[in-house]
């Protein structure tokens, strides 16, 4: 991707964090605009403390409690998420746009892919009868090539 169409994607993504802001009633700050940018402008699913140390090149003051709480109530209001199965810490993802998972048990790597069988899986109607879907996501989990590829 070109660093112009990168900048234009990451201002458009901002734009739309502030009008969910404003739906969900939530006041758009500077730390919450900046742990989102960071969190948007990267791929490694990155963990609170991960995050904190991208933000604080923004803004020194902030601290990890905040980063984590943002973190948090980007989740509530749905423009992040946790990363299912990696426990703790807990790493978050600000990709909203439908993809899987693959990670990697022993490097702890997390791989974006996609895959269309799994983006267009049904839902399982009455089996979950009560229920509303909000995301379905397919996660996977094994080892990835270099760690297949060094010995034990
Ligand atoms: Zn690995
Ligand atoms: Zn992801």
């Given at each position: 991707m070109h660093t112009h169409e990168h900048q234009f994607d990451l201002e458009k993504k901002i734009a739309e964090f502030e009008t969910r802001c404003r739906q969900k009633g939530l006041r758009?700050?500077?730390q919450?605009?900046?742990?989102?940018k960071a969190l948007v402008g990267t791929d490694t699913h990155p963990?609170?403390?991960e995050v904190h140390?991208?933000?604080?090149?923004?803004?020194h003051s902030i601290s990890l409690d905040t980063v984590n709480r943002t973190l948090l109530t980007l989740a509530e209001i749905g423009a992040a998420f946790q990363v299912e199965?990696?426990?703790q810490p807990r790493r978050y993802d600000g990709g909203l746009e439908n993809h899987q998972h693959f990670r990697?048990?022993?490097?702890?790597?997390?791989?974006?892919f996609h895959y269309d069988p799994y983006e267009n899986l049904h839902n399982p109607g009455q089996v979950l009868?009560?229920?509303?879907?909000?995301?379905?996501?397919?996660?996977?989990?094994?080892?990835c090539g270099e760690c297949s590829d060094t010995p034990a």
């Open positions: 758009i700050t500077p919450r605009v900046a742990v989102y963990t609170a403390e140390k991208m933000v604080r090149q923004d803004i199965g990696t426990g990697c048990i022993s490097c702890g790597q997390i791989v974006d009868e009560n229920c509303t879907i909000l995301r379905k996501t397919v996660y996977l989990e094994g080892l």
